[in-house]
């Protein structure tokens, strides 16, 4: 069972946010912000063997800034539990007094899943390329996801807690560093509105070491969708 992997996973991922955060001292400054996503995947294996297909978009709402994302990544079926994709993301950044920074993102991703119809462990790592108009050169940023579900008895409701930590990789002439970019906790809770569709709720910790506001405190909803052709 490879399970426990991924909760090594996510007490890694909490012991990398709180130490960070401890290492800064006092608090610092917070905001509170609201961050909405959609997730959609396919499996598309009925047409083309092994072949996956996911779209993410996000938008997220701070102090004085707006962030949205739109992924869209096609991924190939390692094993029965295991998916290897690739794929392209726009991200701009809208800032309400200055100017703004887009940015084309391309990743390459691998995934780990476990479910049964009362529990799912859910694993991810990802490499990003950065690219943006407004800079010359690449920024490379990982990540390390994790989500752990429980559905409480016989209800459709589901308890939710999530991890992902986002490392920058190089010093980019937008101003990032290598280092810690962001930290995110998320505990909450979901509702089976359907067969393939889940509606995530809850509250979000987002901790940013490199903005003037690393702190946010997040009102986060989201549904999550997956449509299946069949193998």
Do not use: K
Not at 116 to 128: C, H, M, P, W
Not at 193 to 211: A, E, K, Q, S, V
């Amino acid at each position: 069972m490879r399970a426990p992997l991924a909760l090594a996973t996510i007490a890694t991922l909490v012991l990398l946010g709180t130490r960070a955060e401890a290492q800064q001292g006092d608090a610092p400054p917070s905001s509170f912000q609201s961050f909405t996503e959609l997730e959609m995947r396919a499996d598309l294996e009925s047409l083309v063997p092994r072949l996956h297909f996911d779209v993410h978009g996000a938008a997220r709402r701070a102090a004085d800034v707006t962030e949205a994302r739109a992924r869209l990544g096609l991924g190939v079926r390692l094993n029965g539990w295991a998916i290897l994709s690739a794929g392209y993301a726009w991200a701009p950044t809208f800032v309400d007094e200055g100017p703004d920074f887009r940015e084309n993102r391309f990743f390459q991703r691998l995934t780990a899943r476990f479910a049964s119809s009362r529990a799912e462990v859910f694993a991810e790592g990802r490499l990003e390329q950065r690219f943006s108009p407004d800079t010359v050169g690449a920024g490379w940023a990982s990540s390390l996801a994790a989500r752990g579900a429980l559905r409480l008895g016989p209800t459709g409701f589901w308890v939710l807690v999530e991890q992902r930590a986002i490392f920058q990789m190089n010093d980019t002439d937008s101003g990032l560093t290598a280092g810690l970019e962001e930290h995110r906790l998320f505990g909450g809770f979901a509702y089976d509105l359907g067969p393939r569709t889940i509606l995530r709720f809850g509250y979000m910790h987002r901790y940013m070491p490199m903005n003037a506001t690393p702190v946010g405190h997040v009102l986060f909803v989201g549904p999550r969708m997956a449509f299946r052709t069949g193998r």
